[in-house]
């Protein structure tokens, strides 16, 4: 279980310094970010299920349309990155809806924040998603 926190961690901090120092084009962004987020649900669940995986990477589903068009990176995120997604996707599953929170969790702290509500992004701040990080892989690294 250390080595996968570890690797988790590792994932997270390699995509978000190329993210942030890099400057690369949107797509890359996207490259870079899913498997971040999945990192990130990783170490918010320790025995993930497929369907709470799924939901890990389905709200950035979202993003296909964009990218015919001519997307850039901080692009405000399509509406249905908001909570109102969140109660069908429970309907279906709740493991699905509760990796769409763990999605949640790192594109809050990611610019342009989120539209949780439908309109106006949130953010927080993104020293709080990299505590989240190295706290939840201390408490899956530890022995039990
Ligand atoms: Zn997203």
Same mark, same amino acid.
């Given at each position: 279980?250390?080595r996968? #926190?570890?690797?988790?961690v %590792?994932t +997270?901090?390699? =995509?978000d310094?190329?993210i942030?120092?890099?400057?690369?084009?949107?797509?890359?962004?996207?490259?870079l970010?899913?498997p971040a *987020?999945? #990192?990130?649900a +990783?170490?918010?669940?320790?025995?993930?299920?497929?369907?709470?995986? %799924?939901g890990? !990477?389905?709200p950035d589903?979202? *993003?296909?349309p964009?990218?015919?068009?001519?997307?850039?990176?901080?692009d405000?995120?399509p509406?249905?990155?908001?909570?109102? %997604? +969140?109660?069908? %996707?429970? !309907? @279906?599953?709740?493991?699905?809806a =509760?990796?769409?929170l =763990?999605?949640?969790?790192?594109?809050? =702290? !990611?610019?342009?924040g989120l539209? !949780?509500?439908g309109?106006r992004h949130?953010?927080?701040?993104?020293g709080?998603?990299a505590?989240l @990080?190295?706290?939840?892989?201390y408490?899956?690294s530890?022995?039990?």
């Amino acid at each position: 279980m250390r080595r996968l #926190a570890l690797a988790c961690v %590792a994932t +997270i901090a390699v =995509a978000d310094y190329v993210i942030k120092r890099r400057d690369p084009p949107w797509l890359v962004v996207g490259l870079l970010d899913e498997p971040a *987020h999945l #990192a990130t649900a +990783i170490l918010c669940n320790p025995t993930p299920g497929r369907a709470y995986l %799924a939901g890990s !990477l389905l709200p950035d589903l979202d *993003h296909v349309p964009l990218a015919f068009g001519s997307p850039k990176p901080g692009d405000p995120r399509p509406k249905t990155h908001s909570l109102y %997604a +969140i109660l069908p %996707a429970a !309907l @279906v599953s709740r493991d699905l809806a =509760a990796g769409m929170l =763990a999605h949640f969790a790192r594109d809050l =702290a !990611l610019d342009p924040g989120l539209p !949780l509500l439908g309109g106006r992004h949130f953010r927080v701040p993104y020293g709080t998603y990299a505590l989240l @990080v190295l706290a939840s892989a201390y408490s899956r690294s530890r022995p039990c």
